[in-house]
């Protein structure tokens, strides 16, 4: 059965990182742009692991406490028997758990990513094929403008002013539609002066296509 894709909010949230190799490092660059508070317990941490700002590492070995509080942990030991060991626990404290190479035993998967900014795009075979995965990443990955991030942050930072200027919800959307248009046209946000002359229009009543051909 495929894998329904959550997405969750992790700013701040505790993770527990339990191993301290590659395949580790992955998982650990994969999560820190969303923000989580990342501890991280192995006997032996990589250089590269110790050179990334933010972590709590911890030289030892693991042991059940560690799970206390957290709101996922990954198992990444080269250590079959403690990986499927740690899960069972998370599982009984209704931890979310990703065991590295082992999808039998998580109870959530790490996607393909593709992110621009507040956009993130998962891809997910439910581990019949990274491979597969990967291809898909590629293709959106080039499917997706350069700039999109700034598009979408300065699409959300308009919202304020349209929500006072414009109190009809579909005149907001038609509003807002015309901006990612003219923004992708464009390969990046509007001006300041662009988006208030746009914005004159909907407030007068107007669709907003016609005068600038967006």
């Known amino acids: 059965m495929a894998y329904f894709p959550f997405f969750v909010e992790l700013d701040q949230q505790e993770g527990l990182i339990v191993g301290g190799s590659t395949v580790a490092q992955r998982k650990i660059e994969k999560l820190l742009p969303y923000g989580p508070r990342l501890t991280v317990c192995a006997p032996d941490i990589s250089p590269e692991i110790r050179a990334i700002p933010g972590l709590l590492l911890l030289e030892r070995v693991f042991t059940p406490e560690l799970l206390e509080g957290k709101a996922f942990v990954i198992a990444a030991t080269d250590d079959p028997e403690l990986n499927h060991h740690i899960s069972g626990l998370c599982r009984e404290m209704r931890i979310p758990v990703n065991v590295v190479d082992d999808r039998d035993y998580c109870s959530f998967l790490f996607p393909a990513l593709v992110k621009r900014g507040s956009l993130s795009v998962g891809i997910s075979t439910g581990g019949a094929s990274p491979t597969g995965a990967i291809y898909l990443k590629k293709q959106i ?9 700034e598009i979408l942050a300065y699409l959300d930072g308009t919202r304020d002013l349209a929500k006072e200027a414009l109190p009809d919800e579909a005149a907001r959307s038609r509003f807002f539609a ?6 992708l046209e464009r390969g990046g946000p509007l001006s300041r002066e662009e988006t208030e002359d746009t914005l004159k229009l909907y407030q007068e009543g107007a669709d907003g296509h016609g005068s600038h051909g967006w």
């Open 141 to 149: 990955d080039a499917m997706i403008p350069e700039r999109f991030g």
């Open 178 to 183: 015309a901006l990612f248009a003219a923004s």
